[in-house]
């Protein structure tokens, strides 16, 4: 593991700049925003532009990148992403930020395209699972960091809208000096959507409604806090439960879903989150509940996540696994655009409880439907492998994690038949 930190070390250090950087605007706007006096459906309309422009963007940036190359598009988008932070600040106007953060969205998306990319190439076949822990670990350590210097800082001031531009900046240096060279950038055709869903209703109807979970636990949770009298350390802190949540769960719900039927875990763990939810709902008076709430509800979706591409894989053909990972984010990313919206929404219909009943619909809903599609046809008796994927990855990732699951299901396939040999070789003896 030394060995494949010490060669990526400046790649992972870059993406870790990016996700510090892009984690804490994404709450920094949030709690400025309510002291701007935006009212919660203005900021939900600010917030649910960064997931259309990342929408936009995650379509766009692989064009881009092979029509004028992975550095001129690195550099463009730097610039637009560094001056749109500075803004901010400048014009306290909720469209004016709503424009603002489509740039933001569409120009992240291309970045993140861009470092996977690099990563990617940048690593062996032998390590790219290795690699890919280590990206995860990176990208949620960032985001956490980010809750960390918000604590700090003043929010009605500049200082933090200058410190992620900064950030970002920064974060080029080591991706863009890397002795690594220049990738070729290909992508698999994504399986078109009706082809996608007669595969697995579960993982598309999923995948969107887990699209608002996400977008609503990322973009709203400072709103809410701001809604909920909590001090800016106090938001911070809940925002970094949800990540927490998320590093804590991830691989011990991978590991029992390897050895369940799939559908199972899904159920009971859109099931638990939901239950957190509720909790949150009722016991909104206490912080504690609250944080404990944010925790175990972040917990559970981000293993979703990945619970649902490989729920989808269980029912596909080795190669093909590559290709469905781009209609799956494309459906997420429809469920991103509106979730912050529809919490907005009922934020302002039900005060902050608003935030949680959005989200025990969406959980509730994705536990029903997996209960329900557990009587329409059997478990799947051959698996293929949970491998850990992050919502906020873009569909490099995303194929990565599938060549990797198909490399660990060779493994485990070649271990098998080696055992298999074995045991006839004794029975003989």
Not at 144 to 165: K, R
Not at 277 to 305: D, N
Request: proline residues 4%; hydrophobic residues 50%; charged residues 10%.
């Amino acid at each position: 593991m030394n060995k494949v930190l010490s060669s990526s070390a400046p790649l992972l250090l870059g993406i870790m700049l990016l996700m510090i950087g892009n984690g804490l605007q994404g709450t920094l706007l949030g709690v400025r925003g309510v002291a701007e006096g935006f009212s919660t459906f203005e900021i939900s309309i600010v917030m649910s532009a960064y997931f259309a422009g990342f929408l936009g963007g995650s379509q766009a940036a692989p064009r881009l990148i092979r029509r004028v190359g992975h550095v001129r598009v690195f550099a463009a988008l730097a610039s637009f992403i560094s001056a749109a932070l500075i803004l901010f600040p400048v014009v306290a106007n909720p469209w004016v930020w709503t424009a603002l953060r489509v740039v933001l969205g569409f120009c992240f998306s291309g970045v993140y395209v861009t470092a996977e990319s690099w990563l990617n190439n940048s690593t062996t076949n032998e390590q790219r699972g290795k690699v890919l822990s280590a990206y995860m670990l990176v990208q949620t350590v960032g985001i956490i960091a980010a809750q960390w210097i918000l604590a700090e800082g003043d929010p009605s001031g500049f200082v933090l809208f200058i410190i992620p531009s900064v950030l970002v900046s920064i974060s080029f240096a080591p991706i863009l000096l890397s002795i690594s060279p220049t990738p070729a950038f290909e992508t698999s055709k994504p399986l078109s959507l009706v082809e996608l869903f007669r595969i697995s209703p579960l993982g598309c109807i999923g995948m969107f409604l887990m699209g608002g979970v996400f977008a609503s636990q990322m973009a709203m949770a400072a709103v809410y806090g701001g809604q909920a009298g909590f001090t800016l350390g106090q938001i911070s802190a809940f925002v970094a439960a949800i990540y927490m949540g998320a590093l804590c769960f991830q691989l011990p719900i991978g590991w029992i879903s390897d050895r369940s039927d799939r559908r199972k875990v899904i159920f009971g763990a859109a099931g638990v989150g939901a239950f957190a939810c509720v909790l949150g709902a009722i016991f909104a008076q206490s912080y504690v509940f609250v944080l404990a709430a944010g925790f175990i509800a972040g917990g559970m979706a981000t293993p979703l996540y990945s619970l649902l591409i490989a729920h989808t894989n269980d029912y596909l053909e080795p190669e093909d696994m590559a290709a469905s990972s781009g209609g799956l984010i494309f459906i997420n990313g429809v469920g991103a655009v509106g979730g912050p919206l529809i919490a907005g929404y009922m934020m302002t219909g039900f005060g902050p409880q608003g935030y949680w009943v959005f989200q025990i619909f969406l959980l509730g809903g994705i536990a029903l439907y997996a209960l329900w599609r557990m009587t329409r046809r059997a478990a799947v008796e051959d698996t293929s492998s949970y491998v850990a994927v992050m919502p906020s990855t873009t569909t490099v990732v995303a194929e990565l994690a599938q060549e990797v699951a198909n490399d660990m299901n060779d493994m485990a396939e070649e271990a098998e038949t080696h055992q298999e040999a074995e045991g006839q070789v004794e029975d003989r003896a």
